[in-house]
């Protein structure tokens, strides 16, 4: 399906030079009439010593046109080819029928291993709407990869270790209801630690036990150990009704306490490597040579801290995983801790550090309302995830009442708008989400995304079944059918761009294409034309819509209900 190539190739027989090199300049025509791909002979003048205008007139004699090219035509210095429009039609149309949902796979990732760590949620802490990029980011990444063919993990790096734990369990041995432990929730663990804080301030000497409740769990006492589990389980079930939500699993949730007892090799081969120097009691790596501050291996008091288990996490997960790549999608605020995690994995040889990228992104608010962050109120996930469900189901009960699953659409339909709120843009871009905006089925979002697909069942379920064999390929040669055609055969490309840019919203952009181009074609055409040979061919174009929107959708983490 490369075309380039193949024109590429045939362009070499002719004048020697490198085909590679004449894939590299083919381009795309300014205009659509002009042709579908466009080769410049203005480099060629040079070695051929002939003008542009002539070198094209001549190749368009000469080339020997690869299947799927039907004409080649010179115009001012440009070898323009046409593609034959119905052979396009055909293999776009086959390829998305045969790959189906996992429209866009690919092979090329074969045998590599890329580790995807995202959401990272911290322990007794909440999990608010500043997680909610990573986690989605995250997770279209890890199926972004999966489809290409590669082998992914994906890593939840729990922050489930520092002296807060002391604190929660000092906190919860004072003022701590028995029945906490039984059936209290997150908000309960953050009560307790917010009033550790406020009763500290006044009573220095809490500070003092919480240090001895955090040796004590660092020494696995019985008691203290046992809480600290207790604290991560009843955090973990809070996060996993939302992973469920949201259709997010992980491979390993080996977070910072897992490399409690991994970090002594590295901080030893840091100092065998004269990397340490010790600074006021602690021990550094310095980096001023590079403008940034000391990466801290030990603190003072001999303790580590969150660098020196990311330190010991990147060693952990080459050992055991030997990535190709290893991506930490997390915010652009710890940018400077990536680059000394970095630094000093280079700094200590390791080469392979050049395969880890901080997947940054931006921050996300709520546009006002009742969920908004004025006076500094956490906005919790689960809020706005039931938030959006519960307006989704609003406007399903007053648009389409006789719906029958109406709670399963409603959760479909509400979790996809504000994961597509989310991955719709660069990810470095801050986002203020609107629910009103996220929720308009006729903008560029999900909704409207879940409601082409929807539309595409509709129109197959009335047809009950069509076929390709039969179908007239000629019937799709005008403009909207084309552009439909276009629009689903330039995904496969997105996909690896997406991949190569670490950008899922390229994925949105194109399903966006897709879906409008489909509505454009829905609209212009009737479907269920009586002469078979066009109805079959139409059919056929819808089904491979649905396909390469449920494709799309499916990558960026997103649900398909098929009715709406
Ligand atoms: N738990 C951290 C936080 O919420 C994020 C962890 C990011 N990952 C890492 N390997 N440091 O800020």
Not at 326 to 351: C, P, S, T, W
Not at 461 to 481: H, I, P, Q, T, V
Not at 484 to 491: C, M, Q, T, Y
Request: charged letters at 25%.
């Amino acid at each position: 399906m490369d075309m380039k190539g193949k024109l590429a190739r045939a362009l070499a027989g002719i004048t020697g030079a490198d085909a590679a090199e004449l894939c590299e300049w083919m381009e795309a025509p300014k205009r659509r009439e002009l042709g579908d791909y466009a080769f410049p002979c203005f480099r060629l003048a040079r070695t051929l010593k002939q003008a542009p205008a002539a070198i094209a007139e001549e190749l368009a004699r000469a080339v020997a046109l690869p299947d799927g090219i039907s004409r080649a035509e010179a115009a001012g210095g440009y070898l323009n080819f046409f593609v034959d429009r119905q052979s396009f039609a055909r293999d776009v149309l086959s390829r998305a029928l045969d790959e189906r949902e996992q429209y866009g796979r690919s092979t090329e990732g074969a045998g590599k291993t890329v580790c995807v760590e995202y959401s990272s949620i911290n322990i007794a802490k909440p999990m608010h709407i500043g997680h909610l990029s990573t986690t989605v980011l995250g997770n279209s990444l890890k199926r972004i990869y999966d489809r290409l063919g590669y082998d992914t993990v994906s890593i939840n790096h729990l922050g489930d270790w520092g002296t807060q734990f002391g604190k929660m369990i000092a906190a919860y041995k004072h003022w701590g209801a028995p029945e906490l432990l039984e059936t209290g929730g997150v908000r309960d663990l953050v009560a307790l630690y917010i009033r550790f804080h406020a009763e500290a301030e006044a009573e220095p000497s809490l500070d003092d036990e919480a240090r001895a409740w955090f040796r004590k769990i660092e020494q696995h006492d019985e008691e203290a150990w046992a809480l600290f589990q207790r604290f991560k389980e009843i955090t973990m079930k809070e996060a996993d009704r939302v992973y469920a939500l949201l259709g997010v699993e992980f491979d390993s949730y080996a977070g910072e306490n897992f490399y409690e007892d991994k970090m002594q090799p590295v901080i030893d081969e840091i100092r065998a490597k004269g990397l340490a120097t010790v600074d006021g009691g602690a021990l550094i790596v310095d980096l001023s040579e590079y403008d940034m501050p000391p990466c801290i291996i030990l603190k003072s008091d001999g303790g580590t801290i969150y660098a020196t288990r990311d330190l010991a996490a990147a060693c952990y997960r080459k050992a055991t995983y030997d990535f190709h790549k290893l991506l930490y999608v997390v915010a652009y605020q710890q940018n400077l801790h990536f680059r000394q995690i970095f630094k000093v994995l280079e700094l200590m040889g390791h080469d392979w550090v050049k395969d880890c990228v901080h997947v940054n992104f931006g921050m996300v608010s709520i546009e006002d309302g009742s969920l908004s962050t004025r006076k500094g109120n956490v906005v919790y996930l689960d809020d706005v995830l039931h938030a959006a469900i519960e307006k989704t189901r609003a406007v399903i009960e007053e648009k389409s009442p006789d719906l029958e699953d109406k709670d399963e659409v409603a959760r479909q339909v509400g979790v996809g708008a504000v994961v597509w709120g989310t991955l719709y843009n660069s990810r470095i871009k801050d986002i203020v989400f609107s629910y009103a905006k996220a929720l308009n089925f006729d903008g560029e979002t999900g909704p409207y995304a879940q409601y082409t697909y929807a539309r595409c069942c509709s129109v197959l379920r009335k047809a009950s079944g069509y076929d390709l064999c039969a179908a007239d390929m000629s019937a799709l040669e005008d403009e909207f059918s084309g552009a439909l055609i276009r629009a689903i055969h330039e995904f496969p490309e997105v996909v690896r761009e997406a991949a190569e840019k670490y950008e899922p919203y390229l994925v949105a952009r194109a399903v966006i294409a897709i879906c409008a181009a489909f509505n454009r074609f829905y609209y212009e055409h009737r479907i269920m034309e009586d002469d078979p040979a066009v109805r079959n061919a139409r059919l056929a174009l819808t089904d491979a819509a649905k396909c390469a929107v449920g494709a799309g959708l499916s990558l960026l983490g997103i649900e398909t209900p098929e009715r709406m």
